[in-house]
């Protein structure tokens, strides 16, 4: 079998970031997300990746993408669940399927993949995983209600992973980036916010903070400073205002 890094959501943002970094690092690539076409540019660019196409929000996406790897002799000695979205407005009024996908990719999908490559690594003794959050995991989000709650799940559950896998020789690292220049923010809906603007990140400095973390097997890494006061204060911070200042918050 050839090992391989698997990386989720790799046509846009992080993941396009996180494939030209691994890539350096000398990673055969494996690209998957809905838009084959940017996957494909990305494959052509980089030249030791392939691309996949795939929906990651649909039931046995999981399945089926490690599948498609396993049929092609490849292993996933890397894996990096960087696919998620957010939306913003009240949860009462917000569309309810797509509040449903989002918990689908960012929480089922994510979970699927992670147990889906575990026993793998844990038989090979080697491995490492990368599984994207937010500093949205360290408190409530009013109006961004369940991105920010499955963020805390991701958080959860790679902190788990990481005591869990460690004994094994196998890393994981959860990712915890504040706002960063990405199309998230217009996804989400709130594409030209002024304090997102201003205390932004650029992707490569995220993307070289998760992997030098994984390097360390570091269980949480929160890249720059304003962000790791935030995430700090928030768990210090009693949770009745921790949720009132997060509601203020104008997206």
Do not use: W
């Amino acid at each position: 079998m050839t090992k391989v890094a698997l990386i989720t959501g790799a046509s846009a943002g992080l993941g396009v970031e996180f494939a030209r970094q691994l890539s350096k690092r000398g990673h055969r690539l494996v690209l998957a997300a809905r838009r084959k076409e940017r996957l494909d540019e990305l494959a052509k660019e980089l030249g030791n990746a392939r691309a996949i196409g795939i929906d990651l929000s649909k039931a046995n996406s999981a399945a089926k993408l490690l599948s498609e790897l396993e049929s092609n002799g490849e292993a996933v000695d890397l894996l990096v669940n960087n696919a998620g979205f957010g939306l913003i407005g009240r949860f009462a009024e917000l569309d309810a399927k797509r509040q449903r996908r989002m918990i689908d990719l960012n929480v089922g999908t994510l979970a699927d993949l992670c147990r889906a490559v575990a026993p793998g690594m844990i038989e090979r003794r080697s491995g490492g995983i990368i599984n994207v959050a937010s500093t949205a995991a360290f408190q409530p989000g009013p109006k961004m209600a369940v991105y920010f709650a499955t963020k805390a799940f991701v958080l959860s559950l790679s902190e788990a992973l990481h005591e869990e896998l460690k004994p094994h020789g196998v890393r994981v690292t959860c990712l915890c980036p504040g706002p960063t220049r990405t199309e998230f923010g217009e996804v989400a809906g709130f594409g030209g916010n002024g304090l997102f603007d201003r205390v932004a990140m650029e992707s490569p400095a995220v993307v070289k903070a998760g992997l030098d973390g994984l390097d360390k097997n570091k269980a949480v890494v929160i890249p720059g400073i304003v962000n790791k006061a935030g995430a700090f204060s928030s768990r210090l911070a009693p949770r009745s205002v921790v949720r009132k200042i997060a509601g203020s918050i104008k997206y």
